[in-house]
């Protein structure tokens, strides 16, 4: 089992509700300012601006990933698809998951990440646990 898993990388992405809130809301920010433009004293491109923004940056939200496990690190990132932390371990044995959060053993130190359940998709956190 370890050879198998000593080759595998997990990639989990953000929830979907994430993203959809995004492009919903930039949906109906350009459909409020659209609306606005066509009124007589209206001219709000700046809330055009803003509405295709978020719209965009929803899209983004669903193609990245909130972290991902390879054999030797962990990596974690924020929504805008930065690195915040890597986390390094010498083997699998080293790090464990629940249901809540993901812990690296290190020189006798637990150590808990920072990856919130209810931010990742929930087949991605089952599949990083079953890896595990």
Request: overall charge positive.
């Amino acid at each position: 089992m370890q050879f198998i898993r000593a080759q595998q990388n997990l990639f989990a992405y953000y929830k979907t509700t994430l993203g959809a809130f995004f492009l919903i809301s930039g949906v109906l920010l350009v459909l409020y300012s659209l609306w606005l433009l066509s009124q007589p004293a209206g001219s709000t491109f700046a809330l055009l601006g803003i509405g295709l923004l978020l719209f965009a940056f929803g899209f983004y939200c669903l193609h990245r990933p909130c972290f991902v496990l390879e054999p030797r690190q962990l990596t974690v990132y924020n929504l805008l698809g930065l690195m915040t932390k890597r986390y390094t371990f010498e083997s699998w044995e080293f790090v464990k998951a629940d249901s809540r959060r993901i812990y690296i053993d290190e020189n006798g130190i637990t150590i808990k990440v920072s990856v919130f359940p209810w931010l990742v998709n929930s087949d991605d956190w089952t599949a990083m646990r079953k890896m595990l």
